[in-house]
Nanobody, 122 residues
Framework: QVQLIESGGRLVQAGDSLRLSCTAS??????MAWFRQAPGKEREFVAA????????AYADSVKGRFTVSRDNTQNIMFLQMNTLKPEDTGVYYC?????????????????WGRGTQVIVSS
């Protein structure tokens, strides 16, 4: 049974840092990603990383502030978020796929976690 479990979300202030984790189990994946969904908005791509390989991808809105990484020995993906802004508020979802394509499209990901809430107050 495939499971993706996110953790680390909480209420922070603008300018703070936060690290999210996603623990994966159940099968092997080729790539993993973070998406987020703000209230009343579509779920959007945040960052992604190949499981084996150096390739990462970031949304323009987080480039230079967020860093995605993986610990393959423990099947955990991280999202280090620095200089958080109120517009970063949302539910952050972990996603995984078995066939790497662009890394950026929701439709490419076969498995999803339930999400972890991040609230950035101004």
């Amino acid at each position: 049974q495939v499971q993706l479990i996110e953790s680390g979300g909480r209420l922070v202030q603008a300018g703070d840092s936060l690290r999210l984790s996603c623990t994966a189990s159940g099968r092997a994946f080729t790539s993993m990603a973070w998406f987020r969904q703000a209230p009343g908005k579509e779920r959007e791509f945040v960052a992604a990383i190949e499981v084996i390989g150096p390739i990462t991808a970031y949304a323009d809105s987080v480039k230079g502030r967020f860093t995605v990484s993986r610990d393959n020995t423990q099947n955990i993906m991280f999202l280090q978020m620095n200089t958080l802004k109120p517009e970063d508020t949302g539910v952050y979802y972990c996603a995984a796929c078995t066939t790497t394509q662009t890394l950026r499209l929701r439709s490419e990901y076969d498995y999803w976690g339930r999400g972890t809430q991040v609230i950035v107050s101004s």
